[in-house]
């Protein structure tokens, strides 16, 4: 199988991060624990009745990796970036890194990220739905609704993409596009789901 790269050593996040997807690969909590070596302890919900658990305009950052495969509709993804507005606060950045995938194409790679420390860490992502479209284009439009892009780097069969949340009102009401997803919060100075354990999945 094919080997990627991406070099996260020198990434930062900064203030009360919020990480989205259906996978944790621990890769946001090592960038944090940069930051702060105090970091707290890692909570997360998921399903659609524990997403309202999450504060509003409450995230100075927000980390999308590998999610959108997990998206099936253009819908979905629609509503995917309206929830991660609603959550973050007035110029909170979004960054997002995912595969460049058009429509009729599969991909099955194995990614090696090196974080700060020079640490190693190997994922594979495989998206073998024909019908989906996520290429670097096509988001970076769906996203700009929502969001100023500041920067976009694409290469290798995958994209990074940094972007402000914009200012203004919209008014659409969240669905739940995936009870697979799960939204991971990393605080640098609080715990906010007091009544959940950490390491505990609830059910839907």
Known sequence: ??????????????????????????????????????????????????????????????????????????????????DMYSFMKDNAVLYLWDVDKSIFQTFRRSIRIVLPGAKIKDIEVNDFNVLSNNSCKKICNMMSQYFKIIDVKCSNDLYYIKAEKKEGNFNEKSTSYSNKFSIYTQQLGSEIFKGIRKGIRLAN
């Not at 890769?27 to 302890?41: A, G, T």
């Not at 305009?57 to 959108?68: A, G």
């Open 1 to 82: 199988m094919e080997r990627l790269f991406i070099n996260l050593e020198n990434e930062v996040l900064h203030g009360n991060v919020l990480d989205v997807g259906s996978e944790n690969y621990g890769i946001v909590y090592e960038l944090c624990k940069k930051k702060n070596k105090n970091i707290s302890d890692v909570n997360y919900v998921s399903g659609r009745e524990q997403r309202e658990y999450i504060g509003k305009n409450s995230y100075d950052s927000c980390v999308s990796f590998f999610s959108l495969k997990d998206l099936r509709t253009d819908r979905d993804k629609k509503k995917f970036f309206w």
